[in-house]
Structure formats: C-alpha cells, structure tokens
C-alpha cells in the first residue's frame, strides 16, 4: 500500500502585473509559500508559454528570469498555470481577452476600490484579495499548489485515561505498524513532560528539529519542509521534545505543525497527555480520533472518566482501548460502558515488552506480537472507512 491521500506537488503560479511594488509583494509571498512563479507582464496567451517579456523590478530566478537575456520566459501559459494571481493594474486590459478557468485570483493594494469586484466578475476570478490584510490567505492558497491539495492524514490520538495505562507505547506502536504498512508516517510527541517520544524509539541522538524549534512559528508551515526536518525513525518521522526547560509551545504554533503534519496525507500518531490545556485543545480540534487508553480496573476507570469529560468537550470522536486483563478486573465492554465511551478494542499484556524496548525494540516491531496485532486490525478498519472501503 502506498501513501494514501499524497498529492502530487511542485505546480507554479503565474503572476500577471506590471505594477512593480505589487510585483515584489507577490514575489515575496511566492518565496514565504516556498513557490516559484512565472510572470507575465501582459495578457497571457491562452495556451502553453513561449511568449517573452522584459524583466521588470523584482523578476529573478524565481519568476522564470534568464539572466543572458533580460528576459522572462513565460513556460506556463493562462490555461496551464495551477493558480493565476492578476494585479489590480492588469484586470481592465484582460477583460475579455483569455477564456474563463477555476483558480484565477486579483490581488491589489487599494482597499476602497469600489469597481474591484465588478472586475473580478469581468475576468472570472474566484476570489479578491487585498494586500497587505490579505497576505495569509495568499500564502495559504500559493502553498497549496507548491504541496499539492489531496485527502489530509487521518489523525489519530491516543492518551491514557490513567498514569501508567501504556498510551505512549501504543501510540509508537501504532505509527510503525502504519510506517510498515507504506503509509507516510509522523509521530507526534505531545506531552513535554513524557520523556521523549525519540527516546522510546531509541533516538534520542537522531538529527533534526524538536519542538523548541517550532516555538516561534507563525502562520502557515510548510508540509514537505516539515516532513523533511524532522528526524527519521523506523521508517516513520517523529516531532519529540527535547533535553531543555521548555515544555511550552505556543498554541498558534502546535496549530500550525499539525496542520503541516496533516497535508501530506497518510497517517499522524498524537501521544497526549492527560491534561487538557490550551495547546492540547489546538491537537484535540484537529484529530479525527482519539484512543483514550484505560487498565480494566476500576480505580483507573474512575480516573479514566474525569480525562474522559475533558477530552470529549474538545474532541469529535473518543473511543476506549481497554489495556489487559485484571484478576476480578472488569470486562472490556463493562469500560466502555461505564465510561460511556465506545470501545475501539483490547491490548493484552504482552510478556517480555518492556524489556524487549528497553534493548532498542521499537513497540510493535514484532509483526505477531498482540499489540502489533491490535494495531493491523485497527488501521486495516480505521483507513478502510476514510478510503471507502468497508471494514
């Protein structure tokens, strides 16, 4: 199975505009999106490039500039682009001019233009945007054709409904048995004060970033750039904390990472903890599921009900995993109902685990292990119902 949901990537925007500090915004805005644009100072042919026009402030490389010449060679036409942004200046000589396609927007500075709107309809842009109030949005929309826009990961947390209950073990167990089953793969460590996601997968020396180093991130981040920054452990990316005295991350960046995290597609493994802060409620907005693990105890049940009522008024779907078998413990569905929750499944305990991890074993690695077990079932069901195919 390959990466589910993955669109493919790399389309460039076409800039339409003699204005040349409008042509330095979108320039600019391109590069923040991590796109290379061409531009185009006239009305663009309707099909394929091969038209010419000389460079104006702000052309270089990254719109289609050729240094030799002086020119820029338009290779992407007005029907081949994936998005068309045109310049408020350009609007009233396209008028008429190319035909009619999806992804056309008019960007421009003057914010009490009252015609704006009648030249959007004239040449059939779907949106209007204004700079500089708009510049999010632009690079929201300029970023999409860069990563490619499919089917978002289907995110899954897991947190325990008591202290001990194994949530962190079965969430790493859960993303290297998707990681094996060809999913792309990001684990996410969301408890500071766990330990260390990288460390229960023996990396805690793997190269990349870390929480600390997204502490400042605003607005959109990038999938790809994202994906590729972060440290590669069997076969799967991991965002952990590291060593240092932060254990804080904004909640407009946990936002913005998970949301990266989420457009490439496949799969991404939350491991929560038991409180429910601000920052938590960001991830808990943004899951599809979240796996509340609870010993089949009472005392833990009990406990397992007050993590239960905070994550419910955040979350659009909770389920319980009942972890072993107690001597005079409680039934599987006895938790589920005394919770209230509905039951995803049970993980025995499995003999030999913890040591067996302690040595460098990644949980789940064993492929006929009852947790490796629990954790096939779980995504052959869960991925099943996203892809349309019954369980």
């Known amino acids: 199975m390959g990466p589910s949901g993955a669109a493919p990537a790399g389309g460039r925007p076409l800039i339409v505009t003699e204005d040349p500090v409008l042509l330095d915004d979108l320039l600019r805005l391109c590069a923040a999106a991590g796109a290379e644009p061409h531009v185009h100072h006239a009305v663009p042919e309707p099909g394929g490039g091969g038209e010419e026009a000389e460079a104006g402030p702000g052309v270089g490389p990254a719109a289609g500039f050729d240094a030799s010449t002086g020119l820029v060679h338009n290779e992407v036409g007005w029907d081949s682009a994936p998005l068309v942004l045109v310049g408020d200046d350009a609007a009233g000589r396209m008028r008429g001019a190319?035909?009619?396609?999806?992804?056309?927007?008019?960007?421009?500075?003057?914010?009490?233009?009252?015609?704006?709107?009648?030249?959007?309809?004239?040449?059939?842009?779907?949106?209007?945007?204004?700079?500089?109030?708009?510049?999010?949005?632009?690079?929201?929309?300029?970023?999409?054709?860069?990563?490619?826009?499919?089917?978002?990961?289907?995110?899954?947390?897991?947190?325990?409904?008591?202290?001990?209950?194994?949530?962190?073990?079965?969430?790493?167990?859960?993303?290297?048995?998707?990681?094996?089953?060809?999913?792309?793969?990001?684990?996410?460590?969301?408890?500071?004060l766990g330990g260390g996601m990288d460390v229960l997968l023996g990396g805690e020396g793997a190269e990349g970033l870390r929480w600390p180093d997204f502490a400042a991130s605003r607005g959109r981040v990038g999938a790809g750039a994202l994906e590729e920054a972060l440290p590669e452990l069997h076969a799967l990316r991991v965002l952990s904390w590291d060593r240092g005295d932060r254990t804080v991350?904004?909640?407009?960046?946990?936002?913005?990472?998970?949301?990266?995290?989420?457009?490439?597609?496949?799969?991404?493994v939350v491991d929560l903890p038991r409180r429910v802060d601000e920052a938590v409620a960001e991830v808990l907005a943004q899951l599809d599921l979240v796996l509340m693990v609870v010993p089949g105890e009472l005392r833990s049940v009990a406990a397992a009900g007050r993590v239960a009522a905070g994550v419910r008024m955040v979350a659009r779907d909770v389920r319980v995993v009942v972890r072993g078998r107690y001597?005079?413990?409680?039934?599987?569905?006895?938790?589920?109902?005394?919770?209230?929750?509905?039951?995803?499944?049970?993980?025995?305990?499995?003999?030999?685990?913890?040591?067996?991890?302690?040595?460098?074993?990644?949980?789940?690695?064993?492929?006929?292990?009852?947790?490796?077990?629990?954790?096939?079932?779980?995504?052959?069901?869960?991925?099943?119902?996203?892809?349309?195919?019954?369980?």
């Open 249 to 268: 991350v904004p909640p407009a960046a946990t936002r913005s990472v998970l949301a990266a995290a989420r457009r490439r597609g496949g799969v991404v």
């Open 327 to 391: 001597p005079g413990g409680l039934e599987p569905d006895s938790v589920a109902d005394l919770l209230g929750v509905p039951l995803a499944g049970e993980v025995p305990f499995e003999v030999g685990l913890p040591g067996r991890v302690a040595e460098g074993e990644a949980p789940g690695a064993q492929g006929r292990s009852p947790l490796a077990g629990f954790c096939d079932g779980f995504w052959q069901r869960a991925l099943g119902s996203v892809q349309g195919v019954p369980a």
């Open 98 to 192: 190319p035909r009619r396609r999806p992804g056309v927007l008019l960007v421009g500075r003057d914010l009490d233009d009252p015609l704006v709107w009648q030249r959007a309809v004239e040449i059939g842009a779907e949106e209007v945007l204004r700079l500089p109030d708009a510049e999010h949005r632009l690079v929201d929309r300029i970023a999409d054709v860069v990563e490619g826009v499919g089917r978002p990961a289907l995110a899954v947390g897991v947190i325990g409904g008591s202290g001990g209950a194994g949530a962190s073990t079965l969430a790493c167990a859960l993303a290297v048995r998707a990681a094996r089953a060809g999913e792309r793969t990001i684990l996410i460590d969301g408890d500071p």
